[in-house]
């Protein structure tokens, strides 16, 4: 591939606090826009993570003994050049993965929330210590792992990485990233940032690469523990493939989230929220609404919810999907349910964008009379794409969410405490909205669905996090010389 025809220079691994030359095969790298060539990625070989390990591991052992206050000094560094960069970092999301520039704008938003919340470390894990009998004293200090690994999905080149780099290295341990080979730019960029912060060369390595060093990461008994973010498939495999060869593991996977939407609701606020969460990032997120369930006499907000969607244009305020691949799935899912009966209400197949043909575009599409037997009912389509399940009451309608087998958010629109409760109380997800369609918790509150949408026992960002790139150090000391001896001390 001749460097002039790309937008970008070649992508490439970071070890050591250098851009390796890549000896490995490459893939290209298209732009959903207009499916233009942004850059090449390397698909690296278990050999080239083996080499990030050994790097990483030389590293720790001065990383770990910074105090956690010199740590952060380097993120609040960071952050300052997350900040100063974010209209150029933004770009680039926005030209590898599709999402339009407000979206792109955002998810650089939330890695700097991320980043903020790390520069809070030393409020959050001051040990304990408490004198347990005369003389005697027992302390918890919160310990880095050693060398861990994150692996990251397309649609969020910048979040997903900054929903563990900044809480992992903060608290002392050295990453290898793996980035989605689909969207491998902005890791790029990560990386001359943390350096430019001052983080010390091994501490932070990326190895590009597909399948291939997934499993090179899983099987590394260098490496000590294995974040994921992706579909339930792979997340499924990277948790059991990962925790076989004893490591610790949290898997993120995919969604279909249910959004309860009773007669009472707020007309204009519900339709905005509810078509805002279907189609934003082109419904590629997973805590995107996939199925509303309307229970009772909703059409009123239906009707609005029409009106809304045909205010997205395609090219405009509506990015494309990442592939044609993913294209041709998600119409396949909306042809599929209006053979099988469903009522198309708003259709975005076949849309185009004047200009960008060799973009891969999804209109907004809302399906309604959608059943339970259908396979848009049942399946994560990860497209703008709503389907409608009609329940005769809230029980029928939490019983349907109850079903699906994923849980990363539920929510519910209403105007009536009382059955908002009862949502919250027996939806089956993992993070729950009131009102809201896409009810992400913001830091310090951590990231984490349920059932097939999370695998593992912590969430992956805010407090719970920490626990998951730490463990236990319980060291009881004496010394008082007439301290009683007994057989605890
Ligand atoms: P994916 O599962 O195809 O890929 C994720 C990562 O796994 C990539 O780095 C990829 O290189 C690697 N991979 C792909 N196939 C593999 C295999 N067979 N073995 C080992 N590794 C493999 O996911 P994607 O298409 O990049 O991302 C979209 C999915 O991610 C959706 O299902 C979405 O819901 C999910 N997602 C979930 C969350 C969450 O918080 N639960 C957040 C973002 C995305």
Redesign the pocket.
Known sequence: MEIATMKYPETKNYIAGKFTANGQKTMEVHSPLDGSVLSTVPLSSASDLDAAVKVAKAAFSEWSATPVKERVQVFFRYKALLEKNLKELAELVHLENGKTMSEASAEVEKSIELTEFACSMPQLIGGEILEVSRGVECRIEKKPLGVVAS??????PHM?PHWTLPNAIALGNCMIL?P???VPISANRIAEMLKEAGLPDGVFNVVNG??EI??AICDHPGIEAVSF????K?AK??YQRATSTLKRCVA????KNHLLVLPDAHVEMTASNVVASMSGCAGQR?MAAAQMIGVGGVDHIIEKMCEDAGKLVPGENLGPVISEVAKDRIEGYITEAEEAGAKILVDGRNAAVPGKEGGWYVGPTIIDYVTLDMRIAQE?V?GPVISIVRAKDLDEAISIENKNPYG?AAAVFTQSGGLARQVMEKASAGMIGVNIGVPVPREPFS?G?WND??FGVCDITGKSSIEFWTQNKKTTTKWSSEARTNWMS
């Open positions: 692996i990251a999905p397309f649609n969020f997903v793996k989605s080979e689909v597909d399948r997934v499993e973010v992706g579909s339930t792979v495999i990277v993120l996977g995919g969604a997973c994560e990860f990363n990231f669905g949408s999370k």
